[in-house]
């Protein structure tokens, strides 16, 4: 079975046709750095990393971009680049917020689990090729230049509005500040004019500046990616007016149509019903709240919902997300506990290696279809259902039988990246308390005599590197050089 996307510009299914057999090329807008990530980036992150892994699953080799924005993302309210808005609101340069926020970005991006993409690129690192392709636009006659900004003419472009569908008389209340220098309202800019004193601000063939937000993705597209590619994906916010101007403007500089095969959107999520809003109060922090749920429950709780709806995150979704999780995780240990065994099937062992086969199969098909994770989650625990009715009371199995089974979750854990099995990650403060702990256990050996069971700590601490002295004051403790460890302060 092939794989079929639904696709914004057709808004259909479509078979999944790579332009080069086996490879797929995929663009997916990433953050603007002026912020702490929370629940929504998880989402959408979490949407692109669940198709590659099935893509890479299907047997392709995915090149995977996913851009940082670090200049020109106007925050529309108050009309300001949202660098600037952040760098006010913390009295730093910009460029520190935005370091400060890709770092958390990342960091969120890795313990969510999600594989990272072959490139993260930053705009503000491409602003040489973002004047290239200005530059052409305006020779070919799609860009105009006054005052010191450059605009795309949407009127040049007669594809204009093919993605997202939106009318031209819808255009025009888009914009946010009609601007008497365009020569229609919906035209937008590709180049900005920055007063000296503008921290963000490049020299450019119009004068200081800055690049519109739009111009980012074609740039890093056709740099990364190639003129064409297979995937552009993104919230669905994003279609209007984001995707529309990276398409025209990528079409009109190329020549080329489509500049994107495959459109994918995916929905928005919500907090108890409502839309997440800083004015609201009620914005989750994504660190935060993988420190509290875990990135298992987190990921679980996004794939429950199909990728191109909304998804609510409440309470209830929550439990029900670590519930799944553990019915998972439990089917997992039962499996494993099982001793393999020798011997020809039995009546029972034929029924589970059909069931498993049988729900690998629907599994697949489910996936392939849009990527219906809820689709291919009832199968699964409809499948552990039946293996637990039918292994009940067994502590043996078929060994065919049972790699069979394993080989079937292995799979769901790899494509979903849940349970998948790694090195436990240790952190620092736990190391100190952990030594922290023997130390005191110790010390009470010690004011008790027992100097064979205290002697021997103190030296067996000394392997690992860990070097103890009893002092007026009590003990002290440091990590030796060659522990390794040397990361603790
Ligand atoms: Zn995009
Ligand atoms: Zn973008």
Not at 414 to 419: H, S, Y
Not at 444 to 472: F, N, P
Request: aromatic fraction near 10%; hydrophobic fraction near 35%.
């Amino acid at each position: 079975m092939p794989i079929r996307l639904f696709n914004t510009m057709t808004r259909r299914k479509e078979v999944f046709e790579s332009i080069e057999p086996k490879v797929v090329r995929m663009y997916v807008c990433g953050p603007t750095v002026y912020d702490s990530p929370h629940l929504g980036h998880g989402r959408a992150s979490v949407v692109y990393d669940i198709l590659v892994r099935w893509l890479k699953y299907r047997g392709y080799r995915v090149k995977y971009v996913r851009n940082i924005t670090d200049v020109g993302h106007i925050l529309e309210d108050i009309g300001e680049d949202r660098m600037i808005v952040g760098a006010k609101r913390e009295r730093l340069h910009p460029m520190e917020i935005a370091d400060k926020y890709t770092l958390e970005y990342l960091e969120a991006m890795d313990k969510l689990g999600n594989e990272r993409p072959s490139i993260q690129p930053r705009a503000s690192g491409h602003i040489m090729e973002i004047i290239e392709m200005v530059e052409k636009l305006v020779e070919k006659g799609y860009g105009y230049v006054v005052d010191g900004n450059v605009y795309f003419d949407v009127s040049k472009f007669e594809d204009y509005g093919k993605l997202s569908g939106v009318k031209r008389e819808e255009l025009i209340k888009h914009r946010v500040e009609p601007d008497p220098r365009k020569r229609n309202p919906a035209d937008f800019a590709l180049w900005k004019a920055a007063p000296e004193g503008y921290p963000l601000r490049w020299r450019s063939p119009w004068g200081y500046g800055f690049p519109g937000w739009h111009i980012e993705c074609s740039v890093m597209s056709v740099k990364y990616l190639g003129e064409q590619i297979d995937i552009h994906g993104g919230a669905r916010e994003l279609v209007f007016p984001h995707h529309e101007n990276s398409l025209a403007q990528t079409e009109a500089y190329t020549g080329k149509k489509p500049f994107v095969r495959y459109w994918v959107h995916c929905g928005l999520l919500t907090i108890n019903g409502e839309k997440m809003s800083k004015s609201k109060g009620n914005v989750v922090n994504l660190l935060s709240a993988l420190e509290k749920w875990g990135k298992d429950v987190l990921r679980m709780f996004y794939i429950s919902a199909h990728y191109r709806s909304d998804i609510d995150f409440n309470e209830n979704a929550v439990k029900m997300a670590a519930e799944n999780v553990r019915r998972i995780s439990d089917v997992v240990e039962r499996v494993r506990s099982m001793k393999p065994v020798d011997r020809p099937l039995d009546e029972v062992e034929r029924k589970l290696l059909e069931a498993t086969r049988r729900a690998r199969a629907e599994f697949e098909e489910r996936m392939d279809d849009d990527l219906d994770t809820p689709g291919a989650l009832a199968v699964l625990f409809g499948y552990i259902r039946e293996f637990n009715r039918l292994t009940s009371g067994r502590d043996a199995l078929n060994a065919e039988v049972k790699k069979e089974v394993i080989g079937f979750l292995d799979m769901v854990r790899r494509v979903f990246g849940i349970l998948e099995t790694r090195k436990t990650e240790v952190s620092t403060e736990l190391v100190e308390k952990l030594i922290s702990l023997i130390v005191e256990v110790r010390e009470i050996l010690r004011r008790e005599k027992r100097y064979d069971l205290s002697d021997m700590i103190r030296s067996r601490l000394r392997e690992v590197g860990v070097e103890l002295q009893d002092t007026a004051e009590g003990p002290r403790w440091r990590l030796l050089e060659r522990s390794g460890i040397g990361f603790l302060k």
